[in-house]
């Protein structure tokens, strides 16, 4: 099985202190920081998973000068962008970690609550059981009424949204059976719900795109 380690994003350049530049993180990181920062507080301690390059964590840091961070992936590459990243832009003091996280596991080694999760363009270049243990795991981690924020295409329904989204799904599926774009009101929202998350906005976003925000219920 093909993980995601073997799926980054198309990189246009590597720096000689590692970092990695993603030409559509750097065309949508200003429409994902806004909905993040719309939606989360801003001292919030957060967890990114997936971070990619490390582009999204720092545009949005630098944006929210009080909230703290978590950077994490499986792929060591871009566990090194992530760092490289942080101190190219100086924001080191507000991030906790950057380290190696894999999202179905049962265990995440986070010590404490998390006020928010954030995960970009991950659970559709994953099987379907990473997709699970990120809404499990936000669910065991998240504070209460914590926001888990997905960003990336989904179904609505059933169908895709875009023919360039149905030509996206059927190239991840060609590349891993277990990959593919998921279906918000047949997978994702269920799924979520059972972890104990309710779905608490969506956002339309440019290229046929949707920022997703969950909360996690209030305990008893």
């Known amino acids: 099985m093909t993980s995601r380690k073997?799926?980054?994003p198309a990189i246009s350049q590597e720096t000689d202190d590692g970092r990695l530049f993603s030409?559509?993180?750097?065309?949508?990181?200003d429409v994902v920081r806004d909905v993040f920062l719309g939606e989360?507080?801003?001292?919030?301690?957060?967890?990114?998973?997936?971070?990619?390059?490390g582009q999204h964590?720092?545009?949005?840091?630098?944006?929210?000068?009080?909230?703290?961070?978590?950077?994490?992936?499986?792929?060591?590459?871009?566990?090194?962008?992530?760092a490289a990243w942080v101190k190219f832009e100086g924001v080191e003091t507000q991030v906790e970690a950057v380290r190696e996280l894999d999202a179905s596991a049962q265990d995440w080694a986070?010590?404490?609550?998390?006020?928010?999760i954030l995960s970009c363009n991950m659970i559709h270049i994953s099987p379907w059981n990473v997709g699970l243990g990120l809404f499990a795991g936000a669910g065991r981690y998240l504070a209460p009424k914590g926001k888990l924020v997905l960003y990336g295409p989904f179904k609505r329904n059933g169908e895709h949204t875009a023919q360039s989204n149905f030509d996206f799904d059927v190239s991840l599926k060609s590349r891993d059976a277990s990959w593919g774009i998921r279906d918000l009101e047949e997978d994702v929202i269920p799924?979520?719900?059972?972890?104990?998350?309710?779905?608490?906005?969506?956002h339309a976003m440019p290229a046929n795109n949707f920022s997703v925000v969950f909360e996690r219920?209030?305990?008893?």
Request: with cysteine; proline share 3%.
């Open 6 to 8: 073997d799926a980054m």
């Open 23 to 29: 030409p559509s993180t750097e065309r949508n990181r």
């Open 40 to 53: 989360v507080a801003a001292n919030a301690r957060v967890l990114e998973l997936a971070s990619g390059s």
């Open 57 to 82: 964590c720092v545009h949005i840091l630098k944006s929210a000068p009080k909230m703290t961070w978590i950077a994490s992936d499986i792929s060591n590459a871009s566990l090194r962008s992530a």
């Open 110 to 116: 986070i010590e404490g609550e998390l006020d928010a």
């Open 191 to 202: 799924a979520a719900m059972q972890a104990g998350l309710t779905l608490s906005s969506i």
């Open 217 to 220: 219920a209030l305990t008893s």
